[in-house]
């Protein structure tokens, strides 16, 4: 009865359940991490905050902060050394290999082999030849009761011997493997190639002016790594683990890009240590694009300014379409190199759509390539976050200098849109500043949204996908600009 | 305190070049980019203008055609498009090959035709 109760008990201290209300020993952390996924998992369910992604993440964090599931286990790679058991069979040719086996080759002098056997008094230490079970003669060096094959004697008395080691692989977890993707980079312009897919850069080409607004709208991102640095001025910054560096303080600040692909790609790059959270945080801003940017945007500008309505936009031919992305390819990989995943991705996509003559894998890039993208990097990233690196005071700050970069971003496209209707004698609308952070079509629309609320007859969306989709290649501009100062 | 206010200052200085440089370098990117774009809509919409003004000149010979739809003459089942037929102006060679295939599907098996004249209403 005894030997079952220790069973159980065993099998009960073995459990997930045990670890987890082990609180003493950090399961409360997991406890909180677990809240935090099914948080997320209902704002991405009932509330659809950028359900597509933030669903795979809660639930990746979920897994992996579910005690001993291993999802996001590493896979080791561990060197053994042979026992005397298995070296008596190497030497013998009866060695059964499942592993892979590496030599390790060392020397021993006649002499120091004399002065061993001086030293016991006996002779422990000396050479054998003998054949083994494939018919070769080896020659054996028995040293202390441990035998050894030599490989080598040399005239001057020198005798190389092998250690043989086998490799063992620890499986991984499965989380793990497919992380690799982000940790490699891969993820991320492939999302690129797909969004590439999607996007018409019509409204772009029809007013090239646009694409200033997309780069004012980058403001966020430097001038938070500007006010991320500068927590390191604070006397506690070492002290509360808050101290940033470089790396760190471009990762955070790439939030304000308010492009996730972008922001998962040049942290992983940069300070990978920090993925779980910036991911966490630039969707959630992304998400919460109709909450945050209408104040600002109706702070920044006049009733007046708002109600402008934008002249109809030129048609744009094909060809004018086609050649774009070749040019935008060329002129960004050149001018900046480490843009070109991103960019590259992005302008492949577009140009097999706009060519029209790919119409199957342009199709497969931005339904099958792209969902199965989606989920990959989703759930991986949310695995990222396990209790111990996220439960951090670093993680709250980052998501307070994530939204800091957002605001500012959306500020500094509106910024630029003043100055635009004031140079253009108010042709322009400053409200589609605002739609320089990215955000695909997010953003686009609650310029257009802000726009109706003050003239319902006027139709913004089309202008303010132009800066739309501008700050998608502003901010791969942005993230190729950290990569080469920091990278 | 020397050294603290140095590093303040190096820190600050570092962080407000990285600014500068970011602003400048995304401004200068997405600037060219302007420039590039507005000079070749520039001379897309120049050849566009070439192509109208060359365009009104060379169809003006074709007459003037009653509205009727599609008339098939059966004369072969292998020849939907006579080298005679009219065609009114702005009616696209797609158009032309997908009715004339639409007439070859419906046609009866055997029997030849071809089309004379295709007119938009």
Known sequence: MQDFINALLELWNDSGIARLLNLENGGWKNLIMIAI?????????????????????????LLVNLPLGGVMDPQRNSMVAFTQQEMVQYVDGTYEQ?????????????EDIEQANAYYGREVYYLEQKVNAQGDTVTVLHANGDVYKVVDQ?????????QPYWQHFEQGGLLWYLYQGVKFGIYPPLIFLGIGVMTDFGPLLSNPKSFLLGAAAQLGIFITFFGARCLNLLPFAEEWGIAFTETQAASIAIIGGADGPTAIYLTSKLAPELLGAIAIAAYSYMALVPIIQPPIMRALTTKKERSVVMTQLRTVSKTEKIIFPIIVTILCVLLLPSAAPLIGMLMLGNLMRESGVVERISKTAQNEL????????????????????????????????GLIAFC????????????????????????????????VPMAARVSQKVGQQENPSNFLLMHAMGPNVAGVIGSAVAAGVLLSMFG | MNLLANNVAQL???????????????????????????????????????????APSAPAAAPAVAPVTASAVAVGNTAPVSSSMEIQNGIADETVAAISGAIACMAPAGKQYAVRRIVKK
């Open chain 1, 98 to 110: 499942v592993y892979p086996v590496y030599e390790q080759e060392s020397s021993i002098t006649l």
């Open chain 1, 408 to 439: 500012v971003g959306t500020a500094g496209g509106v910024m630029l849109g003043k100055v635009m209707y004031a140079v253009t004698g108010g042709k322009v609308n400053p409200l589609i500043g605002s739609a320089g952070v990215s955000a």
């Open chain 2, 12 to 54: 600050l200085g570092d962080a407000g070049l990285t600014i500068i440089i970011g602003l400048v370098v995304v401004f200068s990117v997405l600037v060219l980019l302007v420039v590039v774009i507005k000079v070749f809509g520039e001379i897309m919409s120049r050849l566009d203008r070439v192509e109208k003004a060359v």
């Open chain 1, 37 to 61: 996924a099914c948080v997320l998992l209902f704002l991405a369910i009932k509330k659809q905050f950028e359900p597509l992604l933030l669903l795979p993440i809660a639930f990746g964090m």
């Open chain 1, 370 to 401: 792209m969902n199965i993208v989606t989920i990959f990097l989703g759930v991986t990233v949310g695995a990222t976050a396990n209790a111990a690196s996220f439960l951090k005071p670093t993680t709250l700050l980052i998501i307070a200098l």
């Open chain 1, 154 to 162: 040399s005239l001057d008395g020198t005798i190389t011997v092998v």
